[in-house]
């Protein structure tokens, strides 16, 4: 089965698709360390610029695809934002429409923030509305439904609209509950860095390992509650952002690169390129691995019940 990536930022729902056994046939992208990221894990062809400069003429190459997933920028509709109904980034599901229109796979799998639920446009009408009118405008069967990461091995607490839509006159599936995992069973990398597995992170200052020394499991340092946030090592992580600044539960440090990654469920062999902080944002704007396997194993069965 043959699937494209869009907005594919370093490989999460490529992977995950991957690991359930599809065939990765292109994936667009545009940020080079995530671009660099992708393509020295993942398979499929790079379309290597901002989508919207991405012309019909060249993905029309791309045939038989059985499905498109990907996740447009949700900066706009995520409730820890601004939620701005004039952000241009809210606009961007309408090219995950254009592909669709274009290369009609038989399935698409769009992913988005919970939030995009309420979020309204600038006419004040519902944006989860526009999406369903665009697809079924196409003739897709749309369905939406809030997904949770931690019901599919991801030791994380991470909420998602998951869109799937079909041609093929069969009933759209979500993945059934896949089983638990915490995060004790993923933190158990030593105190040290270890540059060859990417377990390397920020060295604070002296007075930050003091401080962090005091911090309860599952409370925050500092003003901004949503970081520096100490895990809680028999439970899930909050949701993992872009910033990387979690707490370990048992050292005074930050958590590291590949903490994070084990976090998304990424497998420990998969590498990120760039700067430490590059990585983090990969890693935090990443669909979880195991979450992405999850829904691509409900879409076979769908292509096989077709």
Same mark, same amino acid.
Request: proline share 3%.
């Given at each position: 089965?043959?699937?494209?990536?869009?907005?594919?930022?370093?490989?999460?729902?490529?992977?995950?698709?991957?690991?359930?056994?599809?065939?990765?046939?292109?994936?667009?992208?545009?940020?080079?360390?995530?671009?660099?990221?992708?393509?020295?894990?993942?398979?499929?062809?790079?379309?290597?610029?901002?989508?919207?400069?991405?012309?019909?003429?060249?993905?029309?190459?791309?045939?038989?695809?059985?499905?498109?997933?990907?996740?447009?920028?949700?900066?706009?509709?995520?409730?820890?934002?601004?939620?701005?109904?004039?952000?241009?980034?809210?606009?961007?599901?309408?090219?995950?429409?254009?592909?669709?229109?274009?290369?009609?796979?038989?399935?698409?799998?769009?992913?988005?923030?919970?939030?995009?639920?309420?979020?309204?446009?600038?006419?004040?009408?519902?944006?989860?509305?526009?999406?369903?009118?665009?697809?079924? #405008? $196409?003739? =897709? +069967?749309? /369905?939406?439904? %809030?997904?949770?990461?931690?019901?599919?091995?991801?030791?994380e607490r991470r909420r998602r609209a998951i869109f799937i839509g079909n041609r093929i006159g069969v009933k759209n599936q979500y993945p059934k509950f896949k089983g638990k995992k915490f995060l004790k069973e993923?933190? #158990? $990398?030593? =105190? +040290?860095? /270890?540059?060859? %597995?990417?377990?390397?992170?920020?060295?604070?200052?002296?007075?930050?390992?003091?401080?962090?020394?005091?911090?309860?499991?599952?409370?925050?340092?500092?003003?901004?509650?949503?970081?520096?946030?100490?895990?809680?090592?028999?439970?899930?992580?909050?949701?993992?952002?872009?910033?990387?600044?979690y707490i370990h539960p048992e050292y005074n440090r930050l958590i590291s690169v590949r903490e994070a990654a084990r976090i998304q469920s990424f497998p420990d062999d998969f590498k990120f390129s760039g700067t430490?902080?590059?990585?983090?944002?990969?890693?935090?704007?990443?669909?979880?691995?195991?979450?992405?396997?999850?829904?691509?194993?409900?879409?076979?069965?769908?292509?096989?019940?077709?």
């Open positions: 089965m043959k699937f494209v990536d869009i907005f594919a930022g370093c490989g999460g729902m490529t992977k995950g698709f991957e690991l359930a056994g599809y065939e990765p046939e292109g994936f667009v992208e545009f940020w080079g360390p995530a671009m660099d990221t992708h393509l020295e894990n993942c398979e499929g062809r790079l379309i290597g610029r901002d989508i919207n400069q991405v012309k019909d003429k060249e993905i029309e190459g791309l045939k038989d695809i059985d499905v498109i997933c990907g996740g447009p920028p949700c900066q706009g509709f995520s409730m820890a934002g601004k939620r701005d109904p004039k952000d241009t980034r809210n606009r961007l599901f309408e090219e995950f429409v254009r592909f669709v229109k274009v290369i009609k796979p038989k399935v698409f799998v769009m992913e988005n923030v919970a939030g995009i639920g309420s979020m309204q446009n600038l006419n004040g009408d519902l944006v989860i509305n526009e999406v369903f009118k665009a697809f079924t #405008d $196409l003739g =897709y +069967e749309v /369905d939406c439904k %809030i997904l949770n990461s931690s019901n599919y091995e991801v030791p993923v933190l #158990d $990398l030593q =105190y +040290e860095q /270890d540059e060859a %597995i990417q377990h390397i992170y920020e060295k604070n200052a002296t007075k930050n390992l003091y401080k962090y020394s005091y911090v309860e499991e599952g409370k925050s340092y500092g003003l901004f509650k949503s970081t520096n946030k100490k895990l809680k090592s028999n439970s899930f992580a909050c949701t993992i952002t872009k910033s990387g600044r430490v902080n590059q990585m983090y944002m990969q890693i935090g704007n990443a669909v979880p691995v195991m979450m992405a396997k999850a829904i691509a194993e409900s879409v076979k069965e769908m292509l096989n019940g077709s």
